[in-house]
């Protein structure tokens, strides 16, 4: 009889192993029995737990995005001023969470994968939705409307880019420096906004 509970926790670890599987690969390419092996469970119980591959890195780009999502609606409630709230946005795109080699593969993953799977590209799609909105929210009462919409999409290619141009180097990822060459284009923008007001 499987202990009761267990199911989340197993789940969970699963998810783990896949972010874990795909960072060392730096692709999806690989197998149920990879994954359930860095689980320490059985490939019958990773395929019990979620059927096949596809739907097991479904539900990791899903927790990938609900992590994100959490860590987002965390720093906003905390951020009460508009500037705050980007600056937040942008913090929370490098955090300790987010920023490390192996989501860094997972999320570049599953962008390539967004390319051939409708599911992965929907599921893109709404992170892309979530961070335009949540920017938005800080940006609009600081410029008009087209403008901050731009610099919203700046700064959206920029987290994007930054997460490429890390994938590419060896080392620990440097988030500080990351957030500040988002902030010093964020700040550029703002000062660009107020000599045309």
Same mark, same amino acid.
């Given at each position: %009889? ?5 199911e989340?926790?197993r789940?969970k ?6 972010i ?8 999806l390419?690989?197998?149920m ?5 860095? +689980?320490?469970?059985? =490939?019958?119980? +990773?395929?019990?737990?979620f059927?096949?591959k #596809?739907d097991?890195?479904?539900?990791t780009?899903?927790?990938?995005? =609900?992590e994100?999502g959490?860590?987002?609606c #965390? +720093?906003l409630?905390?951020?009460t001023?508009p500037?705050?709230?980007? =600056?937040? %946005?942008?913090?929370?795109?490098f955090?300790?969470t ?7 593969? +997972?999320w570049?993953a599953?962008?390539?994968e967004?390319?051939? =799977?409708?599911s992965?590209r929907?599921l893109?799609?709404v992170?892309a939705r979530r961070l335009?909105?949540?920017?938005m ?7 008009p ?5 731009r ?9 994007d880019?930054?997460y490429i ?5 060896d080392?620990?990822? #440097?988030?500080r ?6 902030? #010093? ?7 660009a906004?107020?000599?045309?007001s």
């Open positions: %009889m499987p202990k009761v509970g267990m989340p926790l789940r670890a699963l998810i783990e192993a896949a874990a599987a795909i960072g060392a690969r730096g692709s390419d690989v197998t029995s990879e994954i359930a092996g860095i +689980a320490g469970v059985s =490939s019958a119980l +990773a395929h019990h737990y059927g096949a #596809d097991l890195l479904e539900a780009m899903r927790h990938l995005l =609900s994100l959490r860590d987002g #965390d +720093a409630r905390a951020a001023l500037r705050a709230r980007v =600056s937040a %946005m942008v913090a929370i795109s955090s300790p987010q920023f490390r080699p192996e989501t860094i593969a +997972a570049l599953f962008y390539v967004a390319q051939r =799977s409708p992965m929907r893109l799609r992170y335009h909105s949540n920017l929210s800080g940006l609009r009462p600081l410029m409307a087209p403008r901050a919409e610099v919203a999409e700046g700064i959206a290619a920029l987290i880019g930054l141009r890390r994938a590419l180097k080392g620990p990822p #440097d988030p420096s990351a957030v500040a060459l988002v902030e #010093d284009y964020v700040e550029t923008m703002l000062a906004e107020a000599r045309t």
